[in-house]
Nanobody
């Protein structure tokens, strides 16, 4: 397991942008696939984006494709989520997650493959 600490959430108007960051602490962080998952109150956590540890390949939920960009810096043990063109329905708590698995379009969407979770950061989009 690794420890994850998110930052960068906030309140923004529709159409605006934010950059969420996640710092990872632990051994062999670069061998973990990383993802972002979000949760609305009363709903289950839903997949947003993930990045494969081996080749850096990225995967996105259909609802954020083209608006969100996930990236990682293995030298700094950080993963970021650039969120653009925000919509009110993007309002949620965003969680950084990590797992020792090979991320693919299928595996990245499975919540249980992630073994480590951050505390979450709130993103609120006003209309």
């Amino acid at each position: 397991h690794v420890q994850l600490v998110e930052s960068g959430g906030g309140v923004v108007q529709a159409g605006g942008s934010l950059r969420l960051s996640c710092a990872a602490f632990g051994r062999n962080v670069s061998t973990y696939s990383m993802g972002w998952v979000r949760q609305d109150p009363g709903k289950e956590r839903g997949f947003v984006a993930a990045i494969n540890w081996r080749d850096g390949h990225t995967y996105y939920a259909d609802s954020v494709e083209g608006r969100f960009t996930i990236s990682r810096d293995n030298a700094k043990n950080t993963v970021s989520l650039q969120v653009n063109s925000l919509k009110p329905e993007d309002t949620a708590v965003y969680y950084c997650a990590a797992g020792s698995f090979m991320a693919t379009m299928t595996t990245a969407r499975i919540r249980t493959v992630y073994s480590s979770w951050g505390q979450g950061t709130q993103v609120t989009v006003s209309s």
